[in-house]
Nanobody, 124 residues
């Protein structure tokens, strides 16, 4: 079993920044591919970013490329999402997810464990 707990969400003005954290426990964190997804009201959950187990590979949705950065600290069992130049359309609940087997994936069903989510609201 893997437990994931997100933090760092909040209300920010457009153009501002937030840093989300996701703390993992329960199994060997360094073996997982980690991803961030988001879900806005009335919309499906969408891929935001993912990072390989060693941190050497990162992948982003086109909508966040150049503005968001995913990273991980395996010693702290934590993955981060640095979000800069935030836009109102980034408003959503952000979820981190762990994939135990396989490489990086960009669809939600390929991930095995999920956090409870953290709300990010960007005002215009």
């Amino acid at each position: 079993q893997v437990q994931l707990v997100e933090s760092g969400g909040g209300l920010v003005q457009a153009g501002g920044s937030l840093r989300l954290s996701c703390a993992a426990s329960g199994r060997t964190f360094s073996n997982y591919v980690m991803g961030w997804f988001r879900q806005a009201p009335g919309k499906e959950r969408e891929f935001v970013a993912a990072i390989t187990w060693g941190g050497g590979g990162t992948y982003y949705a086109d909508s966040v490329k150049g503005r968001f950065t995913i990273s991980r600290d395996n010693a702290k069992n934590t993955v981060y999402l640095q979000m800069n130049s935030l836009k109102p359309e980034d408003t959503a609940v952000y979820y981190c997810a762990a994939r135990l087997i396989g490489g990086v994936a960009t669809t939600a069903y390929e991930y095995d464990y999920w956090g409870q989510g953290t709300q990010v609201t960007v005002s215009s």
